[in-house]
């Protein structure tokens, strides 16, 4: 149950950290650069603690897709996916939710900013195939200490080089769609965000089993 709390602790922050951090760039500033740095800088340091502090206990996944990698790698259990995405959900929901309480929005909204076309699709598997590629190939060279670091700026690179601004997890999709606010997405366009993020899962998985060394 601890690593269970710890999913959904972890990912509720994050959350809240994505949302709460673009609700407070638009109350500081009408230029969309200047918002979008605000919401990077934000979730690269947020998300860097959040794993550091949390990995020990749970691994810090805070992401289903990356559950589900381990799940093919047989690194955890069917059950153990199950429960993980479950509190990995939960824990995006209740994040939306803190954030908008924070800045007195409704606690639940629904998002209106729509994010969907193909090239935004693109942008999606690169970052999730590029997260998993980096998680997998850090554990595979050891190299456990730096995934904090690694993964946090990854996707901080990830908000300006991809058309998307890198989600890259269906927890966190969800969760964005219950804030009507700058990280918001649509609920009409979730389905297709999460369908682009386990195949770009998928082929980070493929891209890992190239690279990685065979032990």
């Known amino acids: 149950m601890k690593k269970i709390f710890a999913e959904f602790l972890g990912t509720c922050l994050l959350v809240a950290v994505v949302i709460g951090s673009g609700i407070m760039a ?17 979730t690269v340091f947020g998300l860097m603690v959040l ?4 990995a020990p206990i749970s691994g810090a996944n805070f992401n289903p897709v990356v559950t589900l990698i381990d799940l093919i790698q047989k690194r955890t259990t069917f059950i153990g996916f199950i429960q993980y995405a479950v509190a990995q959900i939960a824990g995006g929901i209740a994040g939306a939710a803190l954030a908008n309480a924070m800045f007195s929005h409704s606690l639940f909204e629904s998002a209106t900013k729509v994010r969907s076309g193909g090239a935004l699709y693109l942008g999606e598997i690169v970052a999730t ?3 998993i590629l980096i998680i997998n190939l850090l554990i595979s060279q050891e190299k456990l200490a730096l995934i904090p670091v690694i993964v946090a700026s990854w996707i901080g690179s990830a908000y300006f080089f991809t ?4 989600f890259a997890n ?16 649509a609920p ?9 993020q386990i ?3 998928l082929i980070g998985l493929g891209l ?4 990685a060394d065979d032990k």
């Open 163 to 166: 058309s998307s601004t890198s």
């Open 199 to 201: 195949l770009g899962a």
């Open 51 to 54: 794993i550091q502090i949390l």
């Open 188 to 196: 009409g366009c979730v389905a297709k965000f999460i369908s682009a």
């Open 208 to 211: 890992t089993k190239v690279l």
């Open 170 to 185: 269906p927890a966190v999709t969800i969760g964005r769609a219950f804030s009507d606010s700058f990280a918001g997405i």
């Open 129 to 131: 195939a590029g997260l």
């Open 26 to 42: 638009t109350n500081l500033s009408q230029d969309i650069g200047v918002e979008l740095l605000i919401n990077a800088i934000s």
